[in-house]
Structure formats: structure tokens, C-alpha cells
């Protein structure tokens, strides 16, 4: 799927939303719907919602922009579409963004949740990111714990790191990186909120590998100069923003990328020290 904004409205108030609790301590409910279009399974995803308040978050635009972050740094990823969409939740009709993905299973895979799978190799001996490194994974590890760090991510969970196998060819990967809404100011929901955010400070995250800080997770990587293929720079602000205007204010573009580019900057700083 290629990575877009539909801004001509569509009407998905077919699709059926289930609900899925957060599992970062944040209030509201997560909802997620699925259908099959030309024999591809497309999962959406419906950013925070309060049965009394309606839609709150802004957690699909974050995939969007986090999305384009991850293409300019070249960084395996699940790409999303934001949709601009007519959808029904529990007889209420809703205009809002929805973001859409395809499911990156390939035919014969299974996909096993990282902390279920360690926990049933039994290999209790190992820290977390040993075990990924002894199954060839620390690459992946290294570029996830940087990317959650350049976006404050808060729910690196061990759900949200997935093991993909396929038993017939007897192969074993790990998925693409995915599920970012819970990232940058994701906890904002008014403009109030937006200017009073401290984008310096570092916030307690859910991480299944590593600590409860991103910043610390950071001395786990020991080659910091071969994460990312590309680097970032200030005219890429253009490019992670583009159509978003009218969909967030500038203001909440403007923290989002501050906030990007100052832990960018830090980061480039520990690569060259």
C-alpha cells in the first residue's frame, strides 16, 4: 500500500468497529474495523474515542506523519493511507480520519506477539534484547529503539513487535515496524495542551526491550552511525507535513516538528561524539 492522504471524503459507514482498550494507561477506547478490497485485507484504525465526546485523539495522523519519517530515514516500515471518511460507531454517524494498512503477512505465515513467543523458547536466561540478538535481530531491535526515541514512542509493547513464520519453509522474520499513534503529542487534545507541552522532557514509555525511557534505551545501540540510511534534514519538514493543513493546526505541526528535530539532533549528537 502506498503511503497517501485521500482528502476526498469517502463513505465507509460499512465497516464495523470493535473495541480495543488501550494498552498505554491513556483514557478512551482504540477501534479497529477490517474488510477485503480486490483480495487484499486492509485493517483501519480509528483514532481515540469517547462514547460521550466522539473522536479526540489524533493518533492516525501521527501514523501518517511518523509514515513519511521512517520513508525519509529508510527504515523498513508498514505504510498507511489517512482517509478522509463518513463512518458510523454505534448508530452515531462521524466525519474524521481513519487510517488504513495492509495486512504484511505474506501467504503461509502465522504471526506470534514477541513476548509470547520468548516466552515459550523458555530462554529465561537472556535479557530481552540478547534473545532478539541471538535470533539475528539486533538491527531490528537497534532501529526500533531509535525511531521510538525520535518519536517519543509510548507503547513498544510486546504485542507491537511481531514474529512472522512460515512452518512449510521453516523461515522466521520479524515484522515491518508498525503501530506509531501513540507517539509525538499524541496525549494533546486541545490547542491549550499542544502550546503547554514540553517537548524536552522525557517521558515514561512502555517498552517490552529496554527501560521505561527511550533516551536511556539509546545506550543499547552500540553502532548508532549505521541505523538509518538517509539523514534527516530541515527542508524534509515539507514532505512530513504535506496535505496535513486544515487536518491539524499549524501550531501542532510546528511542536510536532520541533520536537522531531530536537531528538534528531541529540541523537546525531551521541552518533559523532
Known amino acids: 500500500m502506498d503511503s497517501k492522504i485521500i482528502l476526498e471524503k469517502q463513505d465507509l459507514k460499512y465497516l464495523k468497529w470493535s473495541h480495543v482498550r488501550s494498552s498505554s494507561g491513556t483514557t478512551g477506547t482504540f477501534l479497529k474495523s477490517a474488510s477485503i478490497i480486490n483480495g487484499h485485507k486492509i485493517y ?11 473522536i479526540v485523539g489524533h493518533e492516525c495522523i501521527n501514523e501518517i506523519i511518523v509514515d513519511r519519517l521512517l520513508s525519509i530515514l529508510g527504515v523498513e516500515h508498514l505504510h498507511y493511507q489517512l482517509i478522509h471518511a463518513d463512518i458510523e460507531i454505534d448508530g452515531k454517524d ?9 495486512d504484511f503477512k505474506k501467504p503461509g505465515e502465522t504471526k506470534s506477539a514477541l513476548d509470547g513467543y520468548f516466552q515459550s523458547t523458555g530462554e529465561h ?23 521510538d526515541y525520535l518519536i517519543m514512542n509510548r507503547d513498544r509493547h510486546g504485542a507491537n513487535i511481531e514474529v512472522l513464520r512460515n512452518a512449510r519453509k521453516k523461515t522466521l522474520r520479524i515484522a515491518p515496524l508498525f503501530d506509531h499513534g501513540l507517539s509525538l503529542l499524541c496525549s494533546c487534545t486541545s490547542e491549550e495542551a499542544i502550546e503547554d507541552f514540553d517537548i524536552s522532557v522525557d517521558k515514561k514509555c512502555q517498552n517490552y526491550i529496554g527501560s521505561s525511557s527511550t533516551k536511556d534505551n539509546l545506550s543499547l545501540i552500540k553502532d548508532k552511525k549505521s541505523i538509518f540510511k538517509s539523514k534527516l534534514k530541515q ?39
Not at 44 to 54: F, I, Q, R
Not at 130 to 135: G, H, I, L
Open 44 to 54: 483501519y484504525k480509528l483514532s481515540n474515542y469517547d462514547s460521550e465526546k466522539g
Open 94 to 102: 462521524f466525519e474524521t480520519w481513519i487510517c488504513a494498512s495492509e
Open 125 to 147: 536466561t537472556l535479557s530481552r534484547y540478547d534473545f532478539c540478538k541471538e535470533n539475528g535481530w539486533q538491527k531490528y531491535i537497534d532501529t526500533m529503539l531509535a525511531v
Open 235 to 273: 527542508s524534509d519538514r515539507e514532505f512530513i507535513f504535506e496535505d496535513l493543513n486544515g487536518i491539524i493546526s499549524e501550531k501542532h505541526m510546528d511542536k510536532i516538528w520541533n520536537m522531531i528535530w530536537e531528538r534528531w539532533t541529540y541523537y546525531e549528537s551521541l552518533c559523532n561524539s
